[in-house]
Nanobody, 129 residues
Framework: VQLQASGGGAVQAGDSMTLSCVAS??????????MGWIRQAPGKEREVVAS????????HYLDSVKGRFTVSRDNAKSTMTLQMSSLKPEDTAVYYC?????????????????????WGRGTLVTVSS
């Protein structure tokens, strides 16, 4: 599975932005993939910003983005979206779309960076004050 993220750019604090991720390749496996958005700010470790279970039924957010970010997925289209609002300068980072294969009985999102096996190229989000 190959992942490609898009939608990054430069915005002002308080603005909104949507990131999209499209999966290609063995997308027949798409609905067995738990997915997430992972970011890495300069000088900091990667962190899972938002994650979503393979069936879209459960999501998890980093505390600092709760109420501002929303993750969703469309398994029929092999896509995942991250809607970001009220952006802050501290949201500035390279954002990665990532996925990991899970068993169908695993309905929880994957909240740690380690288990993610598939990564797209990052897209830079810059939020200025």
């Amino acid at each position: 599975v190959q992942l490609q993220a898009s939608g990054g750019g430069a915005v002002q604090a308080g603005d909104s932005m949507t990131l999209s991720c499209v999966a290609s390749g063995r997308t027949s496996d798409y609905n067995a993939l738990a997915m997430g958005w992972i970011r890495q700010a300069p000088g900091k470790e990667r962190e899972v910003v938002a994650s979503i279970s393979w069936n879209g039924g459960q999501t998890h957010y980093l505390d600092s983005v709760k109420g501002r970010f929303t993750v969703s997925r469309d398994n029929a289209k092999s896509t995942m979206t991250l809607q970001m609002s009220s952006l802050k300068p501290e949201d500035t980072a390279v954002y990665y779309c990532a996925a990991t294969q899970v068993a169908r009985y695993v309905i929880a999102p994957v909240v740690e960076v380690g288990p993610y096996d598939y990564w797209g190229r990052g897209t830079l989000v810059t939020v200025s004050s």
